[in-house]
Nanobody
Framework: QVQLVESGGGLVQPGGSLRLSCTAS????????LAWYRQAPGKQREMVAS????????WYPDSVKGRFTVSTDSTKNTVDLQMHSLKEEDTAVYFC??????????WGPGIQVTVSP
């Protein structure tokens, strides 16, 4: 069983920045895919960033492209989400997600990000 735990959330003003980290119980480099999702109240969960194992290919939806950056940190064994120019509509619970072939899909418990004046 893979365990994921998010950290770094909180309250930030519009235009501000925040960095989320996701720590895994096993090597993140053994994962086939890593991603960040978010879910705002009353809305469906949506992917905001992903990084493919092996190729390292990254993907972002248009809503966050140019503002969010996903990366991995080998020394800390984390997958991080750097968020800049935050908007009120970025307010949501953010989830770390991983796929490990042969073991399944795994989610972190989620962390709140609130963007408010």
């Amino acid at each position: 069983q893979v365990q994921l735990v998010e950290s770094g959330g909180g309250l930030v003003q519009p235009g501000g920045s925040l960095r989320l980290s996701c720590t895994a119980s096993i090597s993140i480099f053994s994962m086939n895919q890593l991603a960040w999702y978010r879910q705002a109240p009353g809305k469906q969960r949506e992917m905001v960033a992903s990084i493919a194992g092996g190729s390292g290919h990254k993907w972002y939806p248009d809503s966050v492209k140019g503002r969010f950056t996903v990366s991995t940190d080998s020394t800390k064994n984390t997958v991080d989400l750097q968020m800049h120019s935050l908007k009120e509509e970025d307010t949501a619970v953010y989830f770390c997600f991983a796929i490990k072939l042969g073991q399944g899909d795994f989610w972190g418990p989620g962390i709140q990000v609130t963007v408010s004046p």
